[in-house]
Nanobody, 128 residues
Framework: QVQLVESGGGLVQAGGSLRLSCAASGSIFSINAMGWYRQAPGKQRELVAA???????NYADSVNGRFTISRDNAKNTVNLEMNSLKPEDTAVYYCNAEVTYNVPQAMGGLTQLWYEFWGRGTQVTVSS
């Protein structure tokens, strides 16, 4: 199938920067939107930023102007550059991808299925 692996989380002081990366691997046919979500303790998971295969982006109001999402379609990777971090940015950050992937058929050949995959998450902690 498909796996998403995040990296780049950690502990940073308020005002600092971090860069998150996510790599998708497996039987990928194509990837539509990729994005980053976050979930703070006691809160619901929320969209942070998303990017389509064509490069259109969407940001949560709380991070607009501070975070930048980018992707490399050839490498199936998506990055999140986070600047001017605030304590309220503290959360587990999850990579998300809408993937069309290949599935072998019993009689030979491949068929494609669509699914929304998630990474396991990476912790970002911003100290005040």
């Amino acid at each position: 199938q498909v796996q998403l692996v995040e990296s780049g989380g950690g502990l940073v002081q308020a005002g600092g920067s971090l860069r998150l990366s996510c790599a998708a691997s497996g039987s990928i046919f194509s990837i539509n939107a990729m994005g980053w979500y976050r979930q703070a303790p006691g809160k619901q998971r929320e969209l942070v930023a998303a990017i389509t295969s064509g490069g259109s982006t969407n940001y949560a109001d709380s991070v607009n102007g501070r975070f930048t999402i980018s992707r490399d379609n050839a490498k199936n990777t998506v990055n999140l550059e986070m600047n001017s971090l605030k304590p309220e940015d503290t959360a587990v950050y999850y990579c998300n991808a809408e993937v069309t992937y290949n599935v072998p058929q019993a009689m030979g050949g491949l068929t494609q299925l669509w699914y929304e995959f998630w990474g396991r998450g990476t912790q970002v902690t911003v100290s005040s």
